[in-house]
């Protein structure tokens, strides 16, 4: 005879399955985060960039004021020491920024303030930080436990076309520059400027041969789709992508091409994959646009900037901004495994240089909850590691490498751009 439970079993099974459903899923969430942070806990994890320099620059409490902006307490965005420990962060390039819209006597004032701004920031935690020059010292430093402190510069106009001035830049730590921020330099086309050359001039090219005989990294967030390709044409070591994603998902200007990423593996480069909002979500990027539309719209209907603020709040009153996720990071990183392999993927968060970030990973704590949701999807530990930071790893020894062969070969350049370019361009009037 069958057993048939009574009413009452039946009801109380009704009743406690949902919280049993409940149970299983967490436990299935924390098993998975456990094994995120014991993974973490083995292998350097590596941020390719981080903005808080200039968030330290830009504090409205004391600006520039390395003491007074503590990293021990918690700070007002993304980025503090307890923040980076629960992270797991091993390793962290951090942006020595400057504006390429600055007006000022020129950029290297800004740009020698920031890397004091982040030397000063290192030195003041010896117990925590340690400024890194090459691939070697990340190890070290992951072994004593102190995070390994790279610094990258972002935009190439900081070299004010002077290659004497990317060697410079390299003697005070750069171990990465990215050719250009927002805006199209005489040399190179940004993402988000007009195309004014199709990719990289000849002195353009002159810099990342320099850069690879320095062993400095060559990075192409900010750049046009052009100058990535001519990049990959002229440099003889690995390049990486700092804190980019791809344009397969989110079509944005300032993503990575599939035909690029179908290039990485023959490079050796590595795209490591941002947090930001508008670049990982298709939603977000749409919202956006229908903004800026309506935006336009209401300028074309007024010239009242008290009525223009109206409309535009009426307007996001009624249309909510979406929210980007953990998931969708999770499908920008699969995604460029799946394009350019596991062996050209990492991680580039963007914090201190964004206001939003996704629902998940609000700040450097957050990692191993990304680790995580990737566990869940069925990542080996052997795919995790590479992501986490073998990968710029290898990308770095590649530079490093390429820079000790041709420095036994190769003078540095003392190439101009007016040599090679011709001179610059008449003012517009």
Do not use: C
């Amino acid at each position: 005879m069958p057993f048939r439970p009574s009413a009452r079993a039946v009801l109380l099974l009704t009743l406690i399955a949902p919280v049993m459903a409940s149970s299983a899923a967490a436990q299935t969430s924390d098993a998975a985060l456990e094994h995120a942070r014991r993974l973490l806990r083995s292998t350097p994890l590596i941020d390719g960039h981080n903005d808080l320099p200039w968030e330290i620059r830009t504090s409205k409490a004391a600006p520039r004021d390395v003491d007074a902006y503590d990293l021990r307490r918690r700070s007002e965005k993304h980025t503090d020491l307890d923040r980076l420990a629960r992270g797991e962060v091993a390793a962290q390039f951090w942006s020595i920024y400057v504006p390429g819209e600055v007006k000022d006597s020129g950029y290297a004032r800004i740009q020698l303030e920031q890397f004091d701004i982040a030397r000063r920031m290192i030195a003041h935690y010896p117990d925590r930080l340690a400024l890194a020059l090459t691939a070697d010292d990340i190890e070290r430093d992951f072994h004593q436990g102190r995070i390994a402190s790279l610094l990258g510069m972002e935009g190439g106009h900081v070299i004010e076309n002077s290659l004497g001035a990317l060697r410079a830049y390299y003697d005070l730590g750069a171990r990465y520059m990215t050719l250009t921020h927002n805006v199209t330099l005489r040399w190179a086309d940004a993402a988000l400027d007009s195309a004014a050359h199709g990719g990289l001039t000849p002195f353009g090219r002159e810099v990342v041969r320099e850069m690879n005989r320095l062993g400095m990294l060559v990075d192409l967030s900010h750049v046009s789709p052009g100058t990535m390709s001519d990049a990959l044409d002229v440099s003889q070591a690995p390049v990486i992508f700092s804190h980019s994603s791809a344009r397969a998902l989110t079509d944005v200007a300032r993503n990575v091409p599939d035909s690029i990423l179908a290039r990485l593996p023959k490079n050796g480069g590595v795209v490591m994959v941002s947090f930001v909002p508008g670049f990982i979500s298709t939603a977000i990027d749409e919202y956006d646009r229908a903004r800026g539309a309506r935006f336009r719209e209401i300028r074309a209907s007024t010239n009242d900037s008290a009525e223009v603020r109206r409309l535009m709040t009426e307007w996001r009153a009624a249309h909510p901004r979406p929210k980007a996720t953990i998931k969708d990071v999770a499908d920008h990183i699969e995604h460029v495994r799946k394009i350019a392999g596991v062996d050209h993927v990492g991680i580039g968060s963007d914090f201190d240089g964004i206001d939003e970030t996704p629902e998940g990973l609000e700040d450097s704590s957050t990692y191993p909850y990304l680790f995580a949701e990737l566990i869940r999807r069925g990542w080996s530990d052997a795919d995790l590691k590479k992501l986490a930071g073998q990968n710029l790893l290898r990308a770095f020894r590649g530079a490093e490498a390429t820079a000790k062969r041709l420095q036994q070969t190769t003078r540095p350049s003392t190439k101009t751009i007016e040599e090679l370019d011709g001179p610059a361009p008449a003012p517009a009037t």
